[in-house]
């Protein structure tokens, strides 16, 4: 019993938890649960696995508050080979007690770029003077390179595993958190104005994983994401006006659009784009109901394609729609309406089939004699009709009507050639 007891006396813990994506709103909230239920549980360490191509200035901020501020010592480890730690990923990097990489990494590139369109050269001075006092104050507080840390904000240089480490940005390169661990062992750190000897050698690992909740908004941060379920939701509540009372496209539509329009409040959102989009699906419907011969499915077309350029007004890919997700929704979309269309005009080509109409080119059998000067009585298509002729017609002949004329049928006899 005694020997149990000091098992848990005498362990350490580490927390390792993996991030990998844009750092938004769900990343903060993630990071910062997972530190605060390590100080909650006395950890001795927080180990946060990064692959992050950057993200959002406000998100990024509040990661780095809750690191510069933590209890328990946090290290950002770069990981795994082909990971980056771009844009906001290298404030977070270097905030950390301990920053590491793994070899085939890198780290850098993170000049500030508006989140809304291009900004005016003050206003760049502006941002980008903020965001290297940012940094240097961070580099400064860990002691790490503050002359790289600027040249990273000012000119996006980046650096690969080894050269970081070689340039005092990080502290070490290691293969896996099991070789991290080992060499972080002994290490001494500073956490709120205590020094703090690492013991991690022999440490039990307990690995966290994002909840559901986090994993759905993580997704539904992705603009891709919240393109398609803006377009999906879009063509639901399309298909319910066009065909009322099929209920479920209206049902997914809705659902989608909800979805769509929550992830929008982690992005960039121009609604201009938004409404282009939006005007596009009225013209896709005033096509369904109107005879524009195309002209409203080209318009929607083309509305639908500026809106979705427009959709997110930044300069960072990484908050953009993917071209090729833009160029699948309107390259489906367009041949959708190019069948409409084709449909439509099909129809308009086609010869009737209901109404008398319809009997034209039908053949019968004359049931009374025709001529004339007397209108007769020809069975066709099982049902008798009045009949009349510009020929005499004997009752038996075969006949064919070629015109109609209120609920009267104009009918010439049957050739034999025209039978074979």
Not at 157 to 183: M, P, R, Y
Not at 253 to 271: E, K, R
Not at 305 to 333: C, E, K
Request: hydrophobic letters at 50%; charged letters at 20%; a neutral charge.
């Amino acid at each position: 019993m005694m020997s149990f007891l000091l098992y848990f006396v005498i362990s350490v813990q580490v927390t390792v938890a993996d991030y990998q994506g844009i750092i938004s709103p769900v990343a903060a909230e993630y990071m910062t649960r997972v530190i605060k239920e390590s100080e909650a549980r006395g950890d001795h360490l927080v180990v946060f696995t990064l692959d992050t191509p950057g993200g959002l200035d406000q998100s990024m901020r509040i990661i780095v508050k809750k690191i510069l501020n933590s209890s328990v010592p946090i290290c950002v480890f770069v990981y795994p080979s082909g990971a980056r730690a771009a844009s906001a990923g290298v404030f977070i990097t270097m905030a950390a007690h301990i920053a590491a990489m793994a070899p085939g990494t890198n780290i850098g590139a993170a000049h500030p770029v508006s989140i809304q369109g291009k900004m005016d050269s003050t206003m760049v001075e502006k941002v980008t003077n903020d965001a290297v006092a940012y940094i240097k104050s961070i580099a400064r507080k860990r002691g790490r390179n503050e002359k790289w840390a600027e040249e990273a904000v000012r000119k996006s240089v980046s650096l690969t595993a080894e050269e970081a480490l070689k340039e005092n940005v990080i502290d070490l390169v290691a293969t896996g958190i099991d070789d991290l661990l080992k060499k972080i062992d002994g290490r001494e750190v500073e956490v709120q104005g205590r020094k703090i000897t690492l013991e991690t050698a022999n440490a039990d690992i307990f690995y966290v994983h994002m909840g559901f909740r986090e994993r759905l908004l993580a997704i539904l941060s992705n603009p891709n994401v919240s393109y398609i379920l803006m377009i999906l939701g879009f063509y639901g509540l399309f298909f319910e006006l066009s065909h009322p009372g099929s209920i479920l496209p209206g049902v997914i539509g809705a659902i989608s659009l909800i979805l769509a329009f929550y992830s929008f409040q982690a992005l960039p959102v121009n609604y201009a784009g938004v409404f282009l989009i939006l005007l596009a699906m009225i013209f896709f419907l005033a096509e369904v109901k109107v005879q524009s011969h195309g002209l409203l499915a080209v318009g929607g077309v083309i509305s639908l394609i500026l809106g979705s350029l427009m959709l997110f007004n930044t300069s960072a890919s990484f908050l953009r729609v993917n071209y090729t997700t833009i160029g699948v929704v309107v390259g489906l979309t367009l041949l959708f309406f190019l069948f409409v269309i084709a449909k439509g005009i099909q129809a308009l080509r086609k010869r009737t089939v209901t109404g008398i109409e319809g009997m034209v080119g039908l053949k019968g059998v004359a049931k009374t004699s025709i001529s004339p000067e007397k209108p007769g009585t020809v069975l066709v298509h099982g049902e008798l009709w009045t009949a009349k002729s510009d020929e005499e017609i004997k009752r038996g002949d075969e006949v064919i009507v070629y015109k109609t004329e209120n609920f009267t049928v104009f009918v010439k006899k049957l050739k034999r050639e025209e039978d074979q």
